[in-house]
């Protein structure tokens, strides 16, 4: 029989991004998917290595969503073991883990802390023993003890796996952003589940074991747009029956994002190449766009104004940078001599606005009692 189980990691329940409600149901929407993979695939048990929520104080509705999900586990005997996360960890020291309470209180889950009294859970059928173990998040001010429970750990199943939601040199090489090298891990483990890069990253060690990062199942900040793109989102099933584990990727469906640079210059075109390409977007989900806006700073105003277009095509968009800049050339200050119509030219060109802009509202100035004002004043508008 099949030694399968499945790794999820970084599911960040309650999550509210932008504080929008659909952020937050697409968080429960992808566990929800998780959730069913795990029984349609008859895993022997779901290994969450990290950050099950987005806080250590989750809301109510987060933990209901939590339980709610999971029954189906339940039901089927098969047992959720997780570790918990940066996120999950209580900044005051009197504070409890949101999965001790949901463990050690109400039973529901496993949870492996690493430097209590039990520090695996273990897995057994038709005689082949695979023990699960785990410890959780420590920050870099206890780097030293964490190296130390690492450095203690004496795996002694048939196949080992070790949970851990740290930072690895190796994947995170900025000061302060690590607390281990792939070489700390101790040896005699066959599946080493990570958490905490929200992107998958699978690597294959010197003696055939794997250690596999899997990524949060939802696209949560925007560098991980591109990734996904590329290698999607979700979790692993692994299967643990022979000696060296294998490895599958498995998607869930997530709400389409993307990052894309609009011209000011140019916007109304520019949104016409953003529906086209909207419409080519195979998921029933409104999509989510980022935007990086470049050109002219003049133009700023005018193209976020337009870009209301975009509303109904997409669940929501955002200026994620801001890249225009100011073209207009130095000009001259404006002269104190000469007739009204010269001053008024010098004065509107020291404004930066361009020869034609000018000419267009000294016309619309000569004829604004005229109707030719407003056809003078559209052409400007449209400018």
């Given at each position: 029989m099949t030694m399968q189980i499945l790794h999820i990691s970084d599911t960040h329940l309650g999550s509210r991004r932008y504080n929008r409600e659909s952020r937050e149901e697409d968080v429960y929407n992808v566990f929800h998917q998780l959730m069913e993979i795990a029984v349609r695939e008859h895993?022997?048990?779901?290994?969450?290595?990290?950050?099950?929520?987005?806080?250590?104080?989750?809301?109510?509705?987060?933990?209901?969503?939590?339980?709610?999900?999971?029954?189906?586990?339940?039901e089927n005997g098969v047992p959720f073991i997780t570790i918990p996360g940066d996120h999950d960890t209580p900044k005051?020291?009197?504070?409890?883990?949101?999965?001790?309470l949901l463990g050690d209180s109400l039973g529901l889950i496993k949870v492996l802390l690493g430097d209590s009294e039990k520090s695996f859970y273990e897995l057994r059928e038709d005689n082949l023993s695979v023990k699960i173990y785990g410890v959780r998040n420590m920050s870099n001010v206890f780097k030293e003890r964490l190296l130390q429970i690492l450095g203690s750990l004496k795996p002694d199943g048939d196949r080992n796996v070790l949970m851990l939601h740290q930072g690895f040199r190796e994947m995170l090489p900025y000061d302060n952003a690590w607390q281990l090298e792939i070489g700390n891990l101790p040896k005699g483990f066959?599946?080493?589940?990570?958490?905490h890069v929200h992107s998958r990253i699978e690597n294959?060690?010197?003696?055939g074991s794997r250690?596999?990062?899997a990524g949060s199942p939802e696209i949560i900040r925007e560098e991980e747009i591109e990734p996904w793109a590329k290698k999607g989102k979700g979790g692993y099933l692994v299967d643990?029956?022979?000696?060296?584990?294998?490895?599958?990727?498995?998607?869930?469906?997530?709400?389409?994002?993307?990052?894309?640079?609009?011209?000011?210059?140019?916007?109304?075109?520019?949104?016409?190449?953003?529906?086209?390409?909207?419409?080519?977007?195979?998921?029933?989900?409104?999509?989510?766009?980022?935007?990086?806006?470049?050109?002219?700073?003049?133009?700023?105003?005018?193209?976020?104004?337009?870009l209301s277009r975009l509303e109904g095509y997409v669940d929501f968009y955002r200026v994620y940078k801001d890249e225009t800049v100011d073209v207009r050339e130095k000009v001259s200050p404006p002269q104190t001599q000469g007739s009204v119509e010269e001053l008024m030219a010098s004065y509107l060109k020291a404004?930066?606005?361009?020869e034609g802009e000018v000419k267009l509202i000294l016309e619309a100035v000569e004829k604004?009692?005229?109707d030719e004002a407003l056809e003078i004043l559209r052409k400007f508008a449209e400018m």
């Open positions: 895993v022997k048990a779901v290994i969450h290595t990290g950050d099950l929520f987005d806080v250590y104080k989750p809301s109510n509705r987060a933990l209901k969503v939590f339980v709610d999900e999971t029954r189906v586990l339940r005051v020291r009197e504070e409890v883990y949101p999965q001790r066959q599946y080493y589940a990570c958490g294959v060690l010197p003696d250690l596999v990062v643990l029956s022979g000696k060296e584990p294998l490895t599958q990727p498995i998607n869930v469906d997530v709400r389409p994002q993307l990052v894309e640079k609009v011209r000011v210059d140019d916007v109304d075109s520019e949104i016409d190449r953003l529906l086209s390409k909207l419409q080519g977007l195979s998921s029933k989900r409104k999509p989510i766009l980022h935007l990086i806006l470049e050109g002219d700073s003049a133009r700023r105003a005018v193209a976020l104004k337009r404004q930066g606005y361009n604004y009692d005229s």
